[in-house]
């Protein structure tokens, strides 16, 4: 059975991806910029726009990190506003359960799922740092496995707030006068190990229900946690092999917990450069790569692991001959890369390796082993390889990050999404008008 293509589009801002000293980028805070994004997005028919999240500014070197994120809007804000410039566009915004309550997120998602006609979707997730928890009352972290429970917690009480209307409530008999058909909707009491709550939501059932549940954990607890509650899992396995893999993985979780391989939807991130030919694809891409990676770039990337300051270095000169300095200090605070680059000197050594072998430069370096695009080469041929991917269950779709704000999903509408629709797996219309419905979800009953 032919499987149907889904995309959606990540709002990327500024980061190592996007290049923002493009003279075709714009602002990352504006809201026209946000409009013109999800305007494309909605032309093309993708299922979601999808908002990251940033709680602390990152820092390197004790300074704020000027190559990354400098700046985020407040998540629910953006979607509320965006939910008055579209009509079907779904709108997922990544909330952190480590510092928040649920009774304010549950009030915030079905505020927002009422406001759009039923396309609010929640990406829970966690915080592991204790700087970015210096900015919460509760600073601090918690531990993995307390960081997932504590999320499970929230989001099954999150739930409980949902469902504490069941949608009938509100009578509204203008004759009689009788606004409720009972003194204490959304009456609900919670207790758990972290939650202790009682009251009444006061926010009626929104048209979905629960908003569409996101999850990105690629840990064993993060994709047990997805299998047992999400709708959909953002992965970073977009190659065949590994997409195969973790799709089987994630899949194969679902019947422990009672549900169905159609219930959760993977969507690895991707990222692309289109060209005439395949060959002025690649072309692009290279130039495109040397944008996202200067020299500056490359040096706070080597900092990351390293671990100590090379302003002094040469970006377009060899390797530091000190190793990375060990221990619990970290130059690059509220980055994921620290905790990824376990084993400091295993990781120099490779590098230096890779280095001597092709006789690259600290830049040349950085930009052979971080990250590339997913898809390069003429709109037939990406075309050809995201229909490849899903139908040989590599994935359910793509969330793809294009690398110019706000412009650059606009290529991709105008002439990848055509290319699919001619091959009949992809929309020429939504089906629905939640965004449940228009990504194939079944309904997720009351617990």
Excluded: C
Aim: glycine share 8%; proline share 5%.
């Amino acid at each position: 059975m032919t499987k149907q293509v889904h995309l959606a589009a990540h709002f990327p801002g500024v980061n190592n991806t996007t290049v923002w000293s493009d003279p075709a980028a714009g602002s990352h805070i504006e809201f026209s910029s946000f409009e013109h994004f999800a305007r494309t997005a909605e032309r093309a028919r993708f299922d979601f726009l999808f908002l990251a999240e940033g709680l602390r500014l990152r820092e390197q070197g004790g300074e704020i990190y000027d190559l990354d994120v400098v700046g985020r809007p407040d998540t629910f804000t953006v979607l509320a506003a965006l939910s008055g410039v579209t009509t079907h566009l779904g709108l997922a915004g990544t909330i952190n359960s480590t510092f928040n309550e649920p009774y304010e997120v549950a009030r915030q998602f079905a505020s927002l799922d009422h406001l759009s006609g039923g396309r609010a979707a929640w990406n829970v997730v966690t915080s592991w740092d204790a700087f970015t928890g210096e900015n919460f009352r509760r600073g601090g972290f918690l531990a993995e496995g307390d960081r997932y429970r504590r999320a499970e917690q929230f989001l099954r009480t999150a739930w409980e707030l949902f469902d504490s209307w069941r949608g009938d409530e509100i009578v509204a008999d203008k004759e009689t006068g009788e606004f409720l058909a009972g003194p204490r909707p959304g009456a609900f009491a919670h207790t758990d190990d972290h939650f202790d709550i009682a009251g009444q939501f006061n926010v009626p059932r929104g048209p979905q229900g629960r908003p569409v549940i996101f999850q990105a954990g690629d840990s064993n607890e993060g994709r047990d946690f997805a299998a047992a509650t999400a709708d959909a899992i953002f992965s970073r396995h977009g190659t065949l092999e590994a997409g195969q893999e973790f799709y089987a993985d994630v899949k194969g979780r679902l019947a422990r917990f009672g549900r169905t391989p159609d219930s959760l939807k993977v969507f690895p991130a991707a990222t692309f450069v289109l060209g005439d030919t395949d060959a002025d694809a690649r072309e692009q891409a290279a130039l495109v790569r040397r944008q996202q990676v200067s020299g500056q770039t490359a040096i706070k990337l080597l900092e990351q692991v390293w671990n100590r300051d090379l302003s002094a270095h040469d970006p377009d000169g060899p390797l530091p001959e000190d190793d990375p300095l060990l221990g619990e200090h970290t130059v690059a605070k509220g980055r994921a890369s620290v905790r990824m680059n376990k084993d400091p000197l295993a990781v120099a050594r490779k590098w230096r390796e890779l280095a001597a072998a092709k006789n690259l430069s600290i830049r040349d370096l950085m930009i052979e082993v971080s990250a590339r695009q997913t898809f390069i080469g003429a709109p037939s041929t990406v075309a050809a390889q995201i229909n490849d991917l899903v139908q040989r269950d590599a994935s359910d779709g793509f969330i793809l990050v294009p690398h110019i704000t706000p412009g650059g999903l606009d290529a991709f509408a105008d002439k990848v999404v055509p290319l699919l629709q001619e091959r009949g797996v992809y929309r020429t219309e939504y089906e629905g008008t939640t965004l449940r419905e228009n990504l194939g979800l079944p309904d997720r009953h009351p617990v």
